[in-house]
């Protein structure tokens, strides 16, 4: 992930530094599971200089995050609004979201009552693999859930995985359709 420390209203880069790094070291010694709610915690009141690198650092090895949606969708939306989430991009991760149309076609493979989360995909076989379940974790009632969602709804991209990801606000997603 590339960071360039700024100025925050509370100090300068160095406190920064030290706040995320504060992060990390907490959010690497409790599980996957465990770490949105810890993240969440740990950023809350921090600005966006702190959350941004943090989340970006974490997401991908977060797991179930759905209780945790309402409180991370308003972190996304405050701190996004403060300074978007895709300026803190990696090179790779910019350059796969500036090659994409807009609005952009995204795919969630979910459980039926989980399709308006904020992780979607913009490939449809990822989406139905996350449909079928994966990393040992059930999907009742598996969907796969297709939309059309403008770019300035996209928080983040991610694709350190090879997963096509889209960090996005799912009330921004239209022409919502779900099959499996």
């Known amino acids: 992930m590339i960071y360039q420390a700024k100025e925050t209203r509370s100090g300068g880069p160095e406190c920064v530094a030290k706040a995320i790094e504060q992060v990390n070291l907490i959010c690497g010694r409790v599980s996957s599971e465990e770490r949105l709610g810890v993240l969440l915690t740990l950023t809350q009141g921090k600005p966006a200089t702190v959350f941004w690198p943090a989340f970006f650092r974490w997401w991908n090895i977060c797991d179930d995050t759905w209780h945790w949606r309402n409180r991370l969708l308003r972190a996304l939306r405050r701190h996004n609004a403060d300074e978007p989430g895709t300026s803190y991009l990696s090179e790779t991760n910019r350059q796969f979201l500036d090659g994409l149309p807009d609005p952009v076609r995204v795919f969630r493979g979910c459980s039926r009552r989980r399709a308006r989360g904020v992780s979607w995909t913009t ?13 040992f974790i059930s999907v009742p009632s598996p969907v796969i ?26 009330a921004q997603v239209a022409r919502l359709n779900r099959r499996l």
């Open 145 to 170: 859930v297709a939309g059309l969602v403008p770019k300035r709804a996209v928080f983040g991209a991610i694709q350190d995985r090879q997963e096509s990801e889209l960090i996005l606000d799912p």
């Open 123 to 135: 490939d449809r076989e990822i989406a139905a693999g996350f449909a079928k379940g994966h990393r």
